[in-house]
């Protein structure tokens, strides 16, 4: 009954949907603000104080807000696509030890899991745009599709190549392996910088926003959802922020542990995944701030012809560092 209690709580509080949702709404916020002072404006000042209620604010705003759904809409999908995308970043937070080695949910393969829970993510956003047939959603599909093409095995591989290494397929093991040896990033600078540029791709963050260009397609994908379903895929959006981050935290920089892990592991365990998962969510939104957004030429010339060699050294390197 107890490991139910527990089991129930991961899922719906910690670190499942309210603790997800939560920091969703502060990734949001931060990435507002500081995209605000390097282009010397303000951000959100008004809703709560310093503004900092007014990611919760726009997503109760567009809930409320009429939904227009456009002639020859695939209802089903077009309903059902954005309700499902939110599940999938929250399910994927369910597994991410933040406090201590492993959450209840915690299993010996757990990391293998994150394959799986990408590849259904994109699915979603793809229903969700060809769920409308127009000319600017299925543009927008169309450059997504491309995208993830290009960055999606670079994020794969750079995660596989930590998995060569410490011979683990458990978040577990991964944490344990980092506090006998030390963060991987120490040993994988390479897999850590491919991942984060992937991750912006993944995120759709300047430079590699091509997938909803304003100037170019209109909102892309995007374009053709308002009420209901936009308040979804936005919180879709900042919840893949906040399991993307969490990922690379624990993969490359040791997630919870630090200085007083052993003995304040709650506490201890929270404050270092924090700080952690705030320097990268700074750093994740400095790079877009202060980037223009690359064709897709461009697009193909970073991830193929530049990381992916970079990265099949890495993964050599990876594979004797095993005997480290």
Not at 119 to 132: D, P
Request: net charge positive.
């Amino acid at each position: 009954m107890t490991s139910l209690i527990d089991e129930v709580f991961t899922v719906l509080v910690f670190p499942g949907f309210v603790f997800s949702v939560v920091m969703a709404f502060w990734f949001e916020y931060l990435e507002r603000k500081i995209t605000a002072r390097v282009q010397k404006r303000v951000g959100p000042l008004i809703a709560g104080p310093r503004g900092l209620l007014q990611p919760f604010i726009d997503v109760v705003k567009l809930l409320f807000k009429e939904e227009i759904v456009p002639k020859g809409t695939d209802i089903f999908a077009f309903r059902i696509a954005p309700v499902l995308a939110v599940t999938i970043p929250v399910f994927g937070m369910c597994f991410i030890p933040i406090i201590s080695w492993k959450t209840p949910l915690s299993f010996q393969a757990d990391f293998l899991l994150v394959f799986l829970l990408l590849a259904l993510s994109l699915l979603n956003v793809a229903l969700t745009g060809y769920s409308v047939l127009s000319p600017y959603t299925s543009m927008g599909v169309g450059r997504l599709l491309v995208q993830y093409s290009m960055y999606e095995g670079i994020f794969l591989l750079s995660l596989i190549s930590a998995m060569i290494q410490t011979q683990t397929i458990s978040f577990e093991g991964l944490l344990k392996y980092q506090s006998m040896k030390g963060p991987l990033i120490l040993y994988q600078p390479i897999s850590f910088v491919c991942a984060l540029l992937a991750l912006l791709a993944k995120l759709e963050k300047r430079p590699f926003d091509l997938p909803h260009a304003k100037q170019e397609i209109v909102a892309g994908w995007e374009t053709e959802l308002s009420g209901r379903g936009l308040a979804f895929i936005r919180l879709y959006t900042d919840l893949s922020m906040v399991w993307g981050i969490s990922l690379l935290v624990i993969v490359f920089l040791g997630g919870p542990l630090g200085p007083g892990f052993e003995s304040l592991m709650p506490v201890a365990g929270f404050t270092w995944f924090a700080i952690k998962a705030l320097g990268l969510t700074i750093l994740l939104t400095v790079i877009s701030a202060s980037t223009g957004r690359i064709r897709v030429y461009g697009l193909a010339d970073i991830f193929w012809e530049r990381l992916y060699p970079l990265l099949l050294v890495q993964l050599l390197i990876s594979y004797f560092l095993r005997w480290l």
